[in-house]
């Protein structure tokens, strides 16, 4: 706290403030309003320099407003809603059906809620069948209860946004009356150069105009959710991966695989460090580092 404060008026009870704010600090501290001379100069700057700061920060918050509030209200009108508050959109990601993977993101008035974002590793479909593996996404999503009110899966949405035309838009239906569930669906259009085009909605394509807000986010969803189903697939990919080729070199179990991967960060460090760089690792010893050498050296090993 100051010694001294400096204001541009009179307030009330300033003698109790005063000793309340002495009180706290240990020492005198005096309110003043200043009237003439340089300190009223100073309040007088505080005073400008405040109103610009407000200024800028009103245009600022004007401007995020539309960016979310304002394009929510403008997908609203588009599917001829009242109210939009939670939206979710899904994706599905995968590699020829290797480790199918779905994502969930939400939003909530028009801005991401990244701690109720949620992956589902593909359980009951086997190989590349997108429709069957956002059946399984959804149908898990609904009929998963939410530890306590604050869980991601116990608030349902105004509205679900899927990646893709009539096709995923009437998988999603069908979930949602399986189980019974009233939730507005629609889907996200691409064109053929895969850039966000319009709405599915009620088995009609709406256009939406590229300059509205409403489009920007539209767009901003659909990136995320996709964002979303490919990291968390190329972590899998990864995972597998590293597992599958270092699971074959004989004498290397869980605990070394975990060290090697620990020391070097990744196979390709692995591949290129020498007989001793791998006997240095904590659990390795001399026989499993050529076991390792050898088996990324010989003369049949593909990259």
């Known amino acids: 706290l100051p010694g001294e404060l400096m204001l541009p008026e009179e307030i009330e009870e300033q003698e109790l403030l005063e000793s309340w704010l002495s009180a706290k600090k240990g020492q005198k501290v005096t309110i003043r309003v200043p009237k003439k001379g340089t300190k009223e100069k100073l309040v007088e700057l505080a005073e400008e320099n405040a109103r610009m700061v407000l200024s800028k920060d009103k245009e600022r918050l004007k401007r995020e407003e539309g960016r979310t509030i304002g394009a929510v209200k403008e997908i609203a009108s588009l599917l001829g809603l009242e109210q939009i508050v939670r939206m979710e959109a899904y994706d599905i990601s995968n590699t020829n059906g290797f480790e ?5 993101v939400v939003y909530e008035k028009g801005k991401p809620k990244r701690s109720d974002y949620r992956k589902f590793k593909i359980k009951w479909v086997q190989g590349p069948n997108d429709y069957a593996s956002m059946e399984e996404v959804l149908t898990r999503r609904f009929t998963h209860e939410g530890k306590d009110e604050f869980d991601s899966f116990s608030v349902m949405p105004d509205l679900i946004l899927m990646d893709g035309g009539r096709g995923q838009v009437n998988i999603c239906l069908g979930v949602l009356e399986k189980l019974g569930l009233d939730i507005k669906v629609c889907g996200m ?4 150069n895969h850039r966000t085009r319009g709405l599915y909605y ?19 969803i659909q990136d995320e959710a996709h964002r979303f189903a490919i990291e968390y697939h190329r972590s899998l990919r990864s995972i597998n991966q590293v597992r599958s080729i270092l699971d074959d070199i004989e004498g290397i179990g869980p605990a070394r695989r975990k060290a090697l991967l620990h020391h070097f960060k990744d196979v390709e460090h692995i591949k290129e460090a020498s007989e001793e760089e791998l006997a240095q690792v904590d659990g ?12 990324f050296h010989a003369e049949n090993f593909h990259k």
């Open 100 to 104: 199918s993977v779905g994502s969930m």
């Open 189 to 192: 259009v691409k064109d053929d």
């Open 202 to 220: 009620n088995n009609t394509e709406i256009p939406i105009s590229r300059d509205s807000e409403a489009f920007k986010l539209i767009t901003r």
């Open 284 to 295: 390795m010893n001399a026989k499993a580092a050529a076991s390792v050498y050898s088996f």
